[in-house]
């Protein structure tokens, strides 16, 4: 990749990664019903998980979808029934007390794995290797995964501290149950736009 590309790239990465979508809609869900402490290891998972996403999309997995167009579309069906059940258990989430009893937030290794579900993952990621890595070799792979988790580190925190910002407000089990159903439909609406 060209050193002249990295302005680019990091504007495209900033808007893609600030923007809301699925694990934003997320970060911020966690950060009200769980606060921001526990949603530390989820803002990780995103992060890792993500840029784990880019290299192996960088290191050759992006041509398997250019050969075979079907197994995308075939993976966006997929992700699209496991966001409807997320999206019913947002909606459905105890309030903070009681979510924190039962310890029903997402796990490192939850987030990381989510990405692979995440059509806006899918879009940004596809999107930055096959626009900036083209034919380029494992040190470029490695920048852009830099740049991803350089921006993807504010943002997470960003998306979970106004959470957990809001956190109080949303003691009253009627408005915490009005911002829940109101993430699952954000996080249902972000992933139809990012299936378009």
Same mark, same amino acid.
């Given at each position: ?15 893609? @990664? ?13 950060? &009200? ?22 290299? @192996? ?20 069906? @997929? ?30 290794? &939850? ?9 806006? +993952? ?5 999107? +930055? ?10 040190? +470029?792979?490695?920048?852009? +995964? ?36 109101? *993430? ?7 992933? @139809?736009?990012? *299936?378009?």
């Amino acid at each position: 990749m060209s050193f002249d590309l990295l302005p680019a790239l990091y504007i495209f990465v900033l808007v893609a @990664i600030f923007t809301p979508g699925p694990n934003n809609m997320m970060l911020l869900a966690s950060g &009200a019903n769980f606060g921001l402490r526990r949603t530390v290891p989820h803002m990780l998972g995103i992060t890792v998980g993500h840029s784990a996403m880019v290299v @192996i999309l960088g290191l050759g997995l992006a041509q398997v979808f250019q050969t075979y167009p079907s197994v995308l579309t075939t993976l966006k069906f @997929i992700c699209l029934a496991y966001l409807l059940s997320l999206a019913w258990r947002i909606a459905n989430a105890a309030p903070p007390d009681a979510a924190q009893a039962r310890g029903n937030h997402l796990t490192f290794l &939850a987030a990381a794995a989510f990405q692979w579900v995440n059509p806006k +993952a899918w879009a940004v990621a596809l999107t +930055a290797v096959t626009a900036y890595l083209p034919g380029t070799g494992t040190e +470029a792979v490695a920048l852009v +995964a830099v740049v991803f988790i350089t921006v993807s580190l504010p943002s997470v925190s960003l998306w979970a501290g106004m959470g957990t910002a809001i956190r109080g407000w949303l003691a009253e089990a009627d408005r915490l149950r009005a911002f829940n159903w109101t *993430m699952a439909a954000l996080l249902l609406l972000s992933t @139809i736009l990012a *299936m378009l």
